[in-house]
Structures are given as C-alpha cells and as structure tokens.
C-alpha cells in the first residue's frame, strides 16, 4: 500500500488522473495473477501470483479516498467514501454467501476465483474511465 501511495503522489505531479492509474493497472495487472493462482496445481506459481495479486491490490486500497477527493464534490465526500465502504462490506459479505452456495452446488473454488480474477481485470479497465473534476486529463493543474 505505501508502494502503490508513493508511485500516485509522485504520478500526479506530472498527470492529473496518475492516482486513478495506479489502482487501474494495479488490478489489470493482479486479475490475471489472480487467475492464474486459480488455475494452477503447482505450489509456487499459486504463491508466487497470490503475492503479486496482492501487492497489485494494496494499489488500489491505498488510493480509494484521494480519487473520491478528486472526483466528488468535497460537500459529498465523507458521504462518497461511506457508500463505497457499505457497498465493498456489503458485496464481501454477499459474496461469502454465494462462494459458498456454489462450494455447496458442487462448483470448485478455483471456478469461483476465476470469476472473481475476472471482475478484478475488469474493474481495474473501468477505473480508466474515470474523470477528474475539473476535466482536465492531460497535466495536473498547480
């Protein structure tokens, strides 16, 4: 997390969107290792694609409330910020449900990883559709 924070800071200096970057390829980069962790029957590419996924997650976590900062109107921040934190407690606990209604149908884990791996790649392509507030997307205005 304090990697994928420094690299934003210094990001942002020079691109206005470098702190949504940072979690964006942060996620496409962990889906796939996330994938292959869950496709493999070798013991040390599933550790060594589970670490790399989650150094590529703490990218992301590291950089949750300064794109809230630059993308929401400062009087809904802390409102922003909470309804992000409700809807992530929210689904993580929906989906504990579910990873274990499709254990209990007979679906493997590794399926359910996969799917997860997926959704993972293709968040971290939506956070590049991000658009700062003031529109600029080119240079980070002082």
């Known amino acids: 997390m304090i990697t ?7 990001w942002s200096r020079k691109h206005i969107k470098g702190r949504i970057f940072v979690p964006a390829i ?30 590529a997650k ?21 409102t922003g910020y909470g309804l992000m934190s409700l809807f992530s407690v929210i689904s993580g606990g929906i989906m504990i449900y579910v990873g274990g209604a499709l254990k209990d149908a007979g679906i493997s884990l590794s399926v359910v990883f996969q799917i997860a791996a997926i959704g993972v790649f293709l968040s971290g392509l939506m956070l590049f559709l991000i658009k700062p507030r003031n529109g600029n997307t080119d240079l980070k205005v002082s």
Do not use: K, W
């Open 58 to 78: 703490g990218f992301h976590d590291a950089n949750f409330m300064p794109i809230i900062c630059q993308t929401v109107d400062e009087r809904y921040q802390a």
């Open 26 to 55: 942060g996620f496409a980069i962990g889906g796939p290792f996330l994938f292959l962790m869950a496709s493999t029957d070798i013991f040390l590419i599933a550790v060594s694609s589970i670490t790399v996924f989650g150094l």
């Open 4 to 10: 994928g924070g420094i690299i934003a800071d210094r």
